[in-house]
């Protein structure tokens, strides 16, 4: 006795077709802040800056997430 298995010749109702990106908030906001976007392999592995200028740069989320903070505390 034969088992055939992996052979349909039918169209995989899965298959994706188009792909949809949304954009990484945190980097959205840095933009909109005025800062440019900087991103860099430390140990290993990649990490986005948020950098107004040489000296003035903070990771993208923590950016982020500290401005969303002080919305909450302004509230």
């Excluded at 006795?1 to 994706?16: H, M, N, R, T």
């Amino acid at each position: 006795v034969a088992v055939l298995a992996g052979c349909s010749s039918e169209p995989d109702e899965y298959e994706v077709k188009e792909y949809t990106s949304i954009a990484n908030p945190a980097s959205v906001y840095c933009v909109q802040q005025g800062g440019e976007l900087d991103t860099v392999t430390e140990n290993e592995l990649r990490v986005t800056y948020c950098a107004f200028s040489e000296e003035d740069r903070t990771e993208q989320w923590e950016y982020f997430r500290n401005a969303q903070e002080q919305k909450k505390v302004q509230q």
